[in-house]
């Protein structure tokens, strides 16, 4: 072996470290809690409950020598519905394990809670049951109608157990002409649950695969113990039901077994047979009712024709068609006298017709309506130069009243006082200044004369003295 070394080179340098920020320790904590353990069923007595206004309930779950720090957010907490939390309380609960990064404290948040002895399937049953209640999956006004006579019946169960036999059994006894399609799935056992969510959906778009559409899907299998059915109270399979655009039936164990399959479906049958009965209308009844239908109808036609003869003997003796020949003969006649009338009857009539005319044409120019008009307009002049020269001397004497009353009214107006030479004084305000000691010294007077006014301030406001302007 051969051995090189560098004398030249030096030791390596160490690598500088890499430093982590406490969330970034805190996220990667719980990274390894979430996907190391992730969820888990954990056993302890509750201390140092706390329950939040928000609805939130925190606690420790301890034992002799650990404690855990749990936390219940408000939805879970409302599906305890009769379980009340105490300090004390022994339980068993059910959550996923985490981080709550602000404190850097590991905690698990808690999902389902039950007390110690219950059985740990029952408690899983009710919580999901109360989930998917909570969100409306079985909602009473979201459950179809089924079709009253279905042709195609869709199947998901075991093609070997018994419910099957019993179903069709039943089916075909009621109703032959029914058809079946089955698609085929394990009923129990772990990957069940998936098996049976795919086989709705699958029959629900049978189309796609080629095969005729199904007009009602049933779900079902026989009885048995709570874990025997357990996969049918998987939300997997309840969600596949409440999607599926086919209307489904839920025909799971016995009478006393429900499962969450049960509460999606459409409709619950109690047992496989059950179910077909519910599905097929029995055909003797069928028959019975159609047997009942044509009676009806038989009594309602010979009714109708009994009826129709007696309208027929009726009509059979009326006058009118008893001696149709007699009847003719007698319009005939009627058909005679009238035309023998209108021959005669044109000179008859016109003649007077031509005699009114002529005296309403003399009336008419009687009262011509030319004439009438000129002697009106003729009126109407007269009248109106009768009532036309009063008027006029009146306008005219007016005229000459006024012009009296406007002569002797300039000769009294200011105005012609001031063409003579005369002028007006006022104060500021024009109000007129008829006596000397009415005028202040420092008053501003206004003179009016006949082209013009002038301003002047008072300097000397003796009575019987003139002022200077």
């Known amino acids: 072996m051969q051995l090189d070394f560098d004398l030249h080179r030096g030791p390596p340098l160490p690598t500088e470290p890499k430093i982590l920020s406490v969330s970034e320790l805190t996220r990667r904590v719980r990274g390894l809690l979430e996907d190391g353990i992730g969820e888990a069923w954990v056993e302890g007595e509750i201390s140092n409950l706390r329950r939040q206004a928000s609805g939130h309930q925190y606690f420790t779950l301890k034992d002799a020598s650990s404690q855990l720090s749990c936390v219940m957010f408000k939805r879970s907490a409302a599906t305890l519905r009769d379980l009340r939390l105490a300090d004390g309380q022994s339980v068993q609960v059910f959550g996923g394990i985490s981080v709550y990064e602000a404190r850097g404290q590991y905690q698990m948040i808690v999902r389902v809670v039950q007390n110690r002895g219950e059985g740990v399937l029952q408690a899983r049953f009710e919580a999901l049951k109360r989930q998917l209640a909570d969100e409306g999956l079985f909602a009473t006004e979201k459950k179809r109608a089924l079709p009253r006579f279905p042709r195609r019946v869709g199947v998901v169960t075991s093609p070997t ?38 086989a709705i959906e699958e029959l629900g778009r049978a189309e796609s695969f080629g095969l005729p559409p199904v007009d009602i899907i049933v779900l079902t ?34 009478e006393i077994d429900f499962t969450i399959a049960d509460f999606a479906a459409d409709l619950r049958a109690p047992t496989p047979s059950a179910a077909a009965e519910l599905l097929a209308a ?188």
């Open 161 to 198: 157990g018994a419910a099957i036999r019993d179903f069709l059994q039943v089916l075909h006894r009621r109703d032959p002409g029914i058809a079946v399609l089955i698609n085929p799935v394990r009923v129990q056992g772990r990957g069940a649950a998936a098996e049976i969510a795919r």
């Open 282 to 469: 029995d055909r003797t009844e069928i028959l019975s009712r159609l047997g009942q239908s044509a009676a009806r109808l038989t009594r309602a036609c010979r009714t109708r024709l009994d009826l129709t003869g007696l309208q027929v003997n009726a009509l059979s003796q009326a006058s009118a068609l008893r001696e149709p020949a007699r009847r003719l003969l007698d319009l005939r006649q009627s058909l005679d006298r009238a035309s023998a009338v209108l021959a005669q009857g044109p000179s008859r009539v016109i003649e007077p017709s031509r005699q009114r005319l002529s005296r309403c044409q003399a009336r008419l120019d009687a009262q011509f309506p030319g004439r009438a008009l000129r002697e009106a307009r003729l009126r109407c002049e007269m009248i109106q130069q009768r009532l036309g020269e009063p008027v006029q001397r009146q306008r005219i004497a007016q005229q000459a009243r006024l012009d009296r009353l406007s002569g002797i009214l300039a000769s009294l107006s200011p105005e012609a006082t001031l063409v003579r030479g005369f002028t007006i004084t006022t104060d500021r305000e024009g109000n007129p200044l008829t006596s000397a000691k009415k005028i202040t010294p420092g008053m501003l007077i206004r003179t009016r004369f006949s082209n013009g006014e002038t301003v002047s301030e008072v300097r000397d406001g003796t009575p019987n003295v003139g002022s200077e302007t």
């Open 221 to 254: 299998r026989g009885g048995g113990s709570i874990e025997d059915l357990w996969e049918f109270n998987e939300e997997i399979v309840a969600r596949a039901i409440a999607g599926s655009p086919v209307p489904v039936v839920s025909a799971i164990g016995h």
